[in-house]
């Protein structure tokens, strides 16, 4: 069985500058999230903490595919009733 091979272990400051984090927003979410080691008062992170924290970032999406093709084609019948109606002549005033 091959041991396990040690992957680059990052320091706060160079894992920070990595992910485009500032130390401290990184330190407080690897220590909430549990991807990173500590020894003392030293934070470090493997590739692979880097990777998890990376994707925990990642944001959900708001609305699906489907919800946006449907509001644009809604967004088309409303323009198109907006055209229509700005089309219309007005009617004369005192005219019943």
Known sequence: MTPPVLETIYTLEEAAERLR???NALARLARRTGHCSVAG????FSDSDLLAIWQGMRV???R???TVKSTLKSEREIHQRAKE???KKPKARGAK
Do not use: M, Q
Not at 41 to 44: A, E, I, N, S, W
């Open 64 to 66: 699906s595919v489907e």
């Open 60 to 62: 959900e999406p708001t």
């Open 21 to 23: 984090l500032s130390k």
């Open 85 to 87: 109606f700005l089309a």
């Open 41 to 44: 008062r030293t934070v470090l």
